[in-house]
Protein backbone atom coordinates (compact mmCIF):
# COMPACT_ATOMS: atom_id res chain seq x y z
CA UNK A 1 0.00 0.00 0.00
CA UNK A 2 1.20 3.59 -0.72
CA UNK A 3 0.18 6.82 -0.64
CA UNK A 4 -1.37 8.26 -3.66
CA UNK A 5 -0.93 11.94 -3.14
CA UNK A 6 1.69 14.49 -1.05
CA UNK A 7 1.61 13.56 2.84
CA UNK A 8 0.49 17.12 4.09
CA UNK A 9 -2.82 16.71 1.48
CA UNK A 10 -3.24 13.31 2.72
CA UNK A 11 -3.05 14.45 6.26
CA UNK A 12 -5.12 17.01 6.38
CA UNK A 13 -7.84 14.73 4.30
CA UNK A 14 -7.87 12.43 7.13
CA UNK A 15 -7.68 14.41 10.22
CA UNK A 16 -10.56 13.82 11.84
CA UNK A 17 -10.89 10.29 11.19
CA UNK A 18 -8.46 8.55 13.89
CA UNK A 19 -8.61 4.99 12.57
CA UNK A 20 -7.85 6.41 9.19
CA UNK A 21 -4.81 9.04 10.03
CA UNK A 22 -3.15 5.93 12.13
CA UNK A 23 -2.88 4.33 9.19
CA UNK A 24 -1.42 7.16 6.79
CA UNK A 25 1.08 7.78 10.09
CA UNK A 26 2.15 4.08 9.96
CA UNK A 27 2.61 4.81 6.02
CA UNK A 28 4.78 7.84 7.06
CA UNK A 29 6.62 6.05 9.94
CA UNK A 30 7.76 2.87 6.87
CA UNK A 31 8.81 5.90 4.58
CA UNK A 32 10.82 7.58 7.64
CA UNK A 33 12.14 4.12 8.27
CA UNK A 34 13.87 3.88 5.01
CA UNK A 35 11.43 3.51 2.22
CA UNK A 36 11.11 6.70 1.18
CA UNK A 37 8.75 9.68 2.60
CA UNK A 38 9.40 12.77 1.20
CA UNK A 39 6.73 15.29 -0.06
CA UNK A 40 5.01 13.59 -3.13
CA UNK A 41 6.96 10.36 -3.40
CA UNK A 42 5.32 7.03 -2.78
CA UNK A 43 5.55 5.21 0.44
CA UNK A 44 4.92 0.83 0.93
CA UNK A 45 4.16 -0.42 3.88
CA UNK A 46 2.62 -3.77 3.93
CA UNK A 47 -0.93 -4.79 5.21
CA UNK A 48 0.31 -7.42 7.93
CA UNK A 49 2.78 -3.93 9.61
CA UNK A 50 -0.85 -2.44 9.73
CA UNK A 51 -2.30 -5.05 12.61
CA UNK A 52 -2.12 -3.52 15.58
CA UNK A 53 -3.84 -0.74 14.40
CA UNK A 54 -8.06 -1.77 15.48
CA UNK A 55 -9.84 -1.27 12.77
CA UNK A 56 -7.15 -0.49 9.61
CA UNK A 57 -8.85 -3.08 7.38
CA UNK A 58 -11.76 -0.88 7.00
CA UNK A 59 -9.60 2.71 6.96
CA UNK A 60 -7.49 1.00 4.21
CA UNK A 61 -10.87 0.41 2.25
CA UNK A 62 -11.84 4.10 2.62
CA UNK A 63 -8.96 5.71 2.26
CA UNK A 64 -8.38 3.26 -1.09
CA UNK A 65 -12.05 4.57 -1.91
CA UNK A 66 -10.94 8.16 -1.37
CA UNK A 67 -8.20 8.01 -3.48
CA UNK A 68 -5.76 8.38 -0.93
CA UNK A 69 -3.65 5.28 -1.13
CA UNK A 70 -3.17 2.44 -3.38
CA UNK A 71 -3.57 -1.01 -2.64
CA UNK A 72 -1.52 -3.30 -4.91
CA UNK A 73 -1.30 -7.09 -4.11
CA UNK A 74 2.53 -8.56 -3.99
CA UNK A 75 3.73 -12.14 -3.89
CA UNK A 76 5.82 -12.52 -0.63
CA UNK A 77 9.49 -13.90 -0.98
CA UNK A 78 10.22 -16.76 0.50
CA UNK A 79 13.38 -18.00 1.87
CA UNK A 80 14.96 -21.36 1.23
CA UNK A 81 17.44 -21.22 4.01
CA UNK A 82 17.42 -18.93 7.26
CA UNK A 83 20.97 -16.80 6.43
CA UNK A 84 21.28 -14.89 10.08
CA UNK A 85 19.95 -12.42 11.55
CA UNK A 86 20.33 -8.57 9.87
CA UNK A 87 23.72 -7.43 11.62
CA UNK A 88 25.29 -10.83 10.33
CA UNK A 89 24.01 -9.32 6.80
CA UNK A 90 25.10 -5.96 7.22
CA UNK A 91 28.50 -6.76 7.47
CA UNK A 92 28.74 -9.50 4.64
CA UNK A 93 26.91 -6.70 2.71
CA UNK A 94 30.18 -4.54 2.88
CA UNK A 95 33.08 -3.37 0.12
CA UNK A 96 34.15 -6.60 -1.40
CA UNK A 97 37.55 -7.17 -0.15
CA UNK A 98 40.73 -6.76 -1.60
CA UNK A 99 42.11 -9.83 -4.27
CA UNK A 100 45.53 -10.74 -2.85
CA UNK A 101 47.59 -11.55 -6.19
CA UNK A 102 46.55 -15.16 -6.51
CA UNK A 103 42.93 -14.33 -6.50
CA UNK A 104 43.68 -11.74 -9.62
CA UNK A 105 45.23 -14.07 -11.77
CA UNK A 106 42.81 -16.99 -11.25
CA UNK A 107 39.74 -14.00 -11.53
CA UNK A 108 41.19 -12.41 -14.75
CA UNK A 109 42.43 -16.43 -16.69
CA UNK A 110 38.67 -17.32 -16.09
CA UNK A 111 36.92 -13.60 -16.95
CA UNK A 112 39.46 -13.90 -20.17
CA UNK A 113 38.16 -17.25 -20.98
CA UNK A 114 34.45 -16.53 -20.80
CA UNK A 115 34.99 -13.29 -23.12
CA UNK A 116 36.61 -15.63 -25.71
CA UNK A 117 34.71 -17.45 -28.54
CA UNK A 118 35.12 -21.48 -28.70
CA UNK A 119 34.55 -24.25 -26.73
CA UNK A 120 33.96 -24.37 -22.86
CA UNK A 121 36.30 -24.31 -20.73
CA UNK A 122 36.91 -25.99 -17.25
CA UNK A 123 39.05 -24.59 -14.32
CA UNK A 124 40.02 -26.05 -11.45
CA UNK A 125 40.89 -23.68 -8.07
CA UNK A 126 42.82 -25.39 -5.94
CA UNK A 127 43.25 -23.99 -2.12
CA UNK A 128 42.86 -24.67 1.31
CA UNK A 129 39.76 -23.68 3.27
CA UNK A 130 39.56 -19.70 3.89
CA UNK A 131 41.85 -19.20 1.27
CA UNK A 132 39.52 -17.30 -0.83
CA UNK A 133 38.00 -19.42 -3.22
CA UNK A 134 34.51 -17.65 -2.81
CA UNK A 135 35.50 -14.70 -3.31
CA UNK A 136 36.88 -15.97 -7.01
CA UNK A 137 33.10 -17.79 -7.53
CA UNK A 138 31.87 -14.41 -6.64
CA UNK A 139 34.13 -12.14 -8.95
CA UNK A 140 33.33 -14.45 -11.56
CA UNK A 141 29.37 -14.85 -11.15
CA UNK A 142 29.72 -10.92 -10.65
CA UNK A 143 31.17 -10.41 -14.25
CA UNK A 144 29.25 -12.90 -15.69
CA UNK A 145 25.56 -11.13 -14.58
CA UNK A 146 27.21 -8.01 -15.95
CA UNK A 147 27.92 -9.21 -18.88
CA UNK A 148 23.57 -10.23 -19.34
CA UNK A 149 24.14 -14.32 -18.76
CA UNK A 150 23.78 -16.61 -15.52
CA UNK A 151 25.46 -19.21 -13.14
CA UNK A 152 25.12 -22.12 -11.28
CA UNK A 153 26.60 -22.60 -8.19
CA UNK A 154 26.95 -26.16 -7.12
CA UNK A 155 27.08 -27.40 -2.98
CA UNK A 156 28.31 -30.41 -2.49
CA UNK A 157 26.25 -30.39 0.71
CA UNK A 158 22.83 -28.99 2.06
CA UNK A 159 24.70 -28.02 5.33
CA UNK A 160 27.02 -25.77 3.61
CA UNK A 161 24.41 -23.72 1.78
CA UNK A 162 23.61 -21.26 5.00
CA UNK A 163 27.13 -20.19 4.52
CA UNK A 164 27.35 -19.84 1.27
CA UNK A 165 23.67 -18.57 0.66
CA UNK A 166 24.41 -15.65 2.90
CA UNK A 167 27.58 -14.81 1.12
CA UNK A 168 25.96 -14.81 -2.28
CA UNK A 169 22.83 -13.00 -1.37
CA UNK A 170 24.51 -10.20 0.61
CA UNK A 171 26.71 -9.69 -2.92
CA UNK A 172 23.51 -10.00 -5.56
CA UNK A 173 20.83 -9.70 -3.33
CA UNK A 174 17.18 -11.22 -4.57
CA UNK A 175 19.27 -12.64 -7.73
CA UNK A 176 20.12 -15.72 -6.04
CA UNK A 177 17.74 -18.46 -6.03
CA UNK A 178 18.54 -21.61 -3.87
CA UNK A 179 17.13 -25.27 -4.46
CA UNK A 180 17.92 -28.34 -2.79
CA UNK A 181 16.29 -31.60 -2.07
CA UNK A 182 15.96 -30.45 1.78
CA UNK A 183 13.40 -27.57 0.41
CA UNK A 184 9.73 -27.64 1.91
CA UNK A 185 7.07 -27.33 -0.86
CA UNK A 186 5.97 -23.76 0.02
CA UNK A 187 10.01 -22.57 0.12
CA UNK A 188 10.36 -24.46 -3.22
CA UNK A 189 7.57 -22.95 -4.61
CA UNK A 190 9.08 -19.11 -3.88
CA UNK A 191 12.20 -19.87 -5.11
CA UNK A 192 10.91 -21.26 -8.22
CA UNK A 193 8.72 -18.52 -9.05
CA UNK A 194 11.40 -15.93 -8.73
CA UNK A 195 13.19 -17.04 -11.21
CA UNK A 196 9.71 -17.62 -13.51
CA UNK A 197 9.59 -14.50 -13.06
CA UNK A 198 13.24 -13.05 -14.32
CA UNK A 199 14.09 -11.51 -10.74
CA UNK A 200 16.95 -14.09 -9.84
CA UNK A 201 20.10 -14.82 -11.79
CA UNK A 202 19.79 -18.40 -11.94
CA UNK A 203 17.09 -18.49 -14.87
CA UNK A 204 19.44 -21.65 -15.24
CA UNK A 205 16.15 -23.22 -13.61
CA UNK A 206 14.75 -22.84 -16.72
CA UNK A 207 17.68 -23.96 -18.89
CA UNK A 208 18.35 -20.98 -20.40
CA UNK A 209 21.92 -19.47 -20.43
CA UNK A 210 23.88 -20.99 -17.97
CA UNK A 211 27.17 -18.98 -18.76
CA UNK A 212 29.12 -20.11 -15.88
CA UNK A 213 29.26 -23.46 -13.13
CA UNK A 214 31.07 -23.19 -10.52
CA UNK A 215 31.69 -26.67 -8.28
CA UNK A 216 32.40 -26.05 -4.57
CA UNK A 217 34.65 -27.78 -2.30
CA UNK A 218 35.07 -27.49 1.77
Known amino acids: ???????????????????????????????????GGAEGEAI????????DIKGASTAVRELEKAGLVI???RERALDAVAIGDSDGMAMLAGPPPVLTA??????????HAMREPGPFTPFLLHGVTGSGKTEVYLRVIADTLEAGKTALVLVPEISLTPQLAARFRARFGDQVAILHSGLGDQARLGECRGCVAGRRASRWARGRRCSRRCRTWA
Open 71 to 73: VSE
Open 1 to 35: MTLAKPIEDVRAAVAKAPTRRAVVEALVAAGAAGA
Open 44 to 51: GVAMAALK
Open 102 to 111: EQVVAVDTIT
